[in-house]
């Protein structure tokens, strides 16, 4: 769980709103009512559509009821449930009151993942073991870009397990387009992380 970076209170201004999430930079943000439970979720998509429209309807009655929040008590395994099998891919966290504590994002748990792994193969390492975990950064004239994975020349003992594009934490797939900028979280044998992180920044031999 993460501090929320943004979360609306009613009642307030859409003006007022929408600055908080441009200041935030999120395009969703929690909305809770003057005593700070929790009411659900408003886009800024839908704050900006009415805004400036003096027949549109009140904040309220925008919130997005495809967010379902979680509480705070749930096992990990309900909130990877909620974020994997419905569109969302974060939720406010609210407790026993309605309270916004905070939120947990798909991206959070994938990078808790990752420093769990990263630790955990630092220790194997330690011990002699010749797999380890590399994290590669995608430079701009590197052949890996705008190929789908599957087509590319990635070794075939790399397992790329995350991608990181700038907030987004992304899960790979044969299909998934790399981008310049991209950085690469790999297991694989040292050999195999040494090729791919010269197909990344494109000095290859």
């Known amino acids: 769980m993460a501090p929320a970076r943004c979360v609306l ?9 929408l600055t908080q999430m441009e200041e935030g930079e999120v395009s969703a943000a929690p909305l809770v ?20 429209d003096a027949s549109a309807v009140d904040v309220e009655g925008l919130i997005d009821s495809t967010f379902a929040p979680i509480h705070q008590s749930v096992h990990l ?8 099998s419905t569109p969302q891919t974060w ?7 309605r309270r916004v504590v905070g939120t947990v994002a798909i991206t959070d748990i994938v990078r808790n993942y990752r ?12 011990l002699g073991g010749s797999t ?7 430079a701009h004239n ?22 990181e594009r700038g907030r987004d934490v992304i899960r790979p797939t044969g299909e998934t387009i790399i981008k310049s900028g991209d950085r690469l979280m790999v ?5 195999d992380l040494e090729v791919l992180g010269q197909l990344a920044s494109s000095k290859q031999k």
Do not use: C, H, W
């Open 9 to 17: 209170v009613e009642p307030g201004e859409r003006s007022t709103f």
């Open 187 to 191: 297991l694989g044998g040292s050999d």
């Open 33 to 52: 009512d003057a005593q700070g439970r929790y009411l659900g979720v408003v886009t800024l998509e839908a704050l900006q559509k009415g805004t400036g």
């Open 132 to 138: 380890g975990i590399s994290e590669i950064t995608v």
């Open 91 to 97: 939720a406010a966290v609210i407790d026993d009151e």
């Open 77 to 84: 395994d309900v909130v990877l449930e909620t974020l994997t």
């Open 115 to 126: 420093r769990t792994m990263q630790a955990n193969l630092r220790r194997v390492s330690e």
């Open 142 to 163: 590197s052949p890996l870009i705008d190929v789908p994975l599957r087509s590319t020349s990635v070794p075939r003992g790399a397992l790329i397990t995350a991608i």
